[in-house]
């Protein structure tokens, strides 16, 4: 994968801002902050050229949109994808926020069962949000968090989901693959990412709104390695503080009779499906700003 193709896996902006954001958000609405971010967008664009143009031939190309429709659909998805980024540190200092999560029982069932499960998330809308509102008493819910994370948001990720029985798993060196083996060995649940590449030269090929992506190999072999169920979660912004997330199952009972690469094919195809799904319905909360497609 090239240069022009890699994520750093970083959040922008030093902590101290993180923290002053949170404290700007503790006293002035959040309409307040998402009219500044209408003023700061375009200078984001124009410094982060790579990122828009991605994003613009993801809406020409895949979407199939015009070119003058696609430049302001580039202006509208950088002004959600910052809607979205504040709506995580509000949620940090307190504010509520409305989330219907469609097929919930999918998850609950799971949880009263024996034995661990995965979650495979993307980078569509605003997956954290489905987090405040999902967790288990029964089991205990592990997502990684990658170690280009500030340290100031995975510190308030922990105060919100050690209340929702989540851990946070942070990708830092092996150990984490240590504690993540371990998790699932004690029948606990693994959220984890499934449409980056990050770090990782193996992968798998799906089609996704009618192109060829790769997908990593990663979390579906987790699955597959250990015969595990699979539910993939997505999350949209719909309106001022509300969200709309889904969770669908992706392992059918027909998988037992595959080979491990037809398991790992039918997963990853599914969950394709399901991804494209999704953009057809939100096209402008993909929040992938590199070249996803070769």
């Given at each position: 994968m090239t240069g022009e193709r890699q994520w750093s896996g970083k959040t922008d902006g030093a902590p101290w801002m993180h923290r002053a954001l949170i404290g700007l958000l503790k006293v002035f609405p959040l309409w307040a902050m998402y009219l500044l971010a209408v003023l700061v967008?375009?200078?984001?664009?124009?410094?982060?050229?790579?990122?828009y143009l991605a994003i613009y031939h993801y809406l020409r190309n895949r979407q199939g949109w015009g070119p003058?429709?696609?430049?302001?659909?580039?202006?509208?998805?950088?002004?959600?994808?910052?809607?979205s980024f504040m709506d995580r540190f509000a949620a940090f200092a307190g504010k509520k926020f409305q989330v219907d999560i469609a097929h919930t029982d999918l998850f609950f069932e799971l949880s009263e069962k024996e034995g661990g499960f995965v979650m495979l998330a993307s980078h569509v809308g605003n997956h954290e949000m489905s987090g405040y509102m999902l967790g288990s008493p029964n089991k205990r819910m592990n997502a990684i968090a990658f170690p280009g994370e500030k340290s100031s948001i995975r510190a308030n990720r922990d105060r919100i989901f050690g209340d929702k029985n989540i851990r946070l798993i942070s990708a830092d060196g092996m150990d984490w693959l240590f504690t993540l083996n371990a998790a699932l060995s004690d029948g606990e649940i693994v959220s984890i990412h499934a449409d980056r590449l990050f770090g990782s030269t193996k992968f798998l090929t799906a089609n996704i709104l009618g192109a060829d992506a790769k997908l990593p190999l990663g979390p579906f072999n987790l699955a597959v390695s250990r015969d595990l169920p699979v539910i993939a979660a997505f999350s949209v912004k719909t309106g001022y503080k509300s969200y709309r997330g889904r969770l669908v199952r992706l392992d059918t009972p027909e998988m037992a009779l595959l080979s491990k690469k037809e398991k790992l094919e039918l997963l990853s195809s599914r969950y394709a499906a399901e991804l494209t799904k999704t953009l057809r319905e939100s096209p402008l909360q993909w929040y992938n700003f590199y070249e996803f497609w070769d």
């Open positions: 967008v375009p200078f984001y664009m124009l410094f982060n050229h790579k990122g003058l429709k696609s430049f302001l659909g580039c202006y509208a998805n950088h002004f959600l994808f910052s809607t």
